[in-house]
């Protein structure tokens, strides 16, 4: 039987001033001026058709993405926040996170959004050489981007994640490391170091840039996690390192496979239906014009999890953790028992990918390493 999971609330801001060659996200060029009015009412609308859907739970995290976020103004992620809450229970430990990008946000304006209640941001680092991001196509360069970490600092953040890319286009290994200590240097919260991967429906993918060598990234990934954990920042998931107790809560229930609410342009939902026993995904117009003009039709499209394919969603999500899975959130997450998984995990554990018994499972270095192959293994035929 299904246990009802935390909820989280996921905002999504889709326009950037230029679109990076390598984003696979929903988001697009502002071409004309930004609809912040007509756009934040339209999230308030959109956020009132999705409540029937979670029922006065409490949310533990909000998570405003894009897209850059911080192209709205303070006053306007105040007034946003203030209808959620409206509307919505907040939890005594709130995270609620939002996401700036260095070159496109005024820096008093971190601040004010203090004041408005963010009380974690996530800033666009993706490298300290002017060099490389320019070939990531980032408006902003290395000065701009210590800049931004110092605002936010002085406005009284005290949980800060840097995003981190590495294996870029002509990128060695004193790079990528150099990349690493200029982040230490800068003491944030949270590292997100992830690896460039080309994405289909992109600049990248059309016209590929050089890469590093396999071999190479390997060699990085391997110095750049000893070098993170040297400065006390544990790895808990595939591409996230923090500080002891910051994680990230909003991913960590993602991750968890717990439920989330999603608002905006081309916003996902996973909503836990405890009536009728079923795991709902959801899914809202993607295009912001068509959002803007949907007049309450905000919804795209929606599907039921079949029981058959619950747990390979489960661990889409919980094997990128590095932690111990329980028995008993897969079987409160997914309403089945471990036991109807065991023979794919006595082929994982023959794989030496994960090691499990009956109260719990975890991956092993090599699983970590080959997370794709692992999770192949739990798609049902």
Known sequence: ML????????????????????CDFNSHTLGSELPEISYVNALIQDLEQGLSSVQDRPIRSIFMGGGTPSLFSPQAIQYLLVEIAKRLEFSDSIEISLEANPGAVEYPYFAAYRQAGINRLSLGIQSFETEKLQALGRIHDRDEAIKAVIAAKAAGFTNINLDLMHALPGQN??????????????????????????????????????????DSVFELQEQGKEQLAKNAYKQYEISAYSLDTYHCLHNCNYWQFGDYLGIGAGAHSKITDMKNQVISRFWKKKNPKAYLAANNNFLAEEAVILAKDLPFEFMLNALRLYQTISAELFQQRTGLAFSSIENILQKA?????????????????????????LLTLFMHD
């Not at 935390?6 to 060659?21: A, D, Q, V």
């Not at 800068?186 to 590093?212: C, D, G, K, M, V």
């Open 3 to 22: 246990t009802l999971p935390p909820l989280s609330l996921y905002i999504h801001f889709p326009w950037c001033i230029r679109k990076c060659p390598y």
């Open 173 to 214: 290994l004193k790079q990528g490391l150099e990349d690493l200590n200029n982040a230490f240097l800068l003491a944030p919260t949270h590292i997100s170091w992830y690896q460039l991967s080309i994405e289909p429906n992109t600049e990248f993918f059309i016209r590929p840039p050089s890469l590093p060598l396999e």
């Open 349 to 373: 554990q023959q794989q030496n990918l994960l090691i499990y018994d009956t109260t719990c499972m975890e991956t092993t270095e090599l699983g970590k390493r080959f997370y794709n192959n």
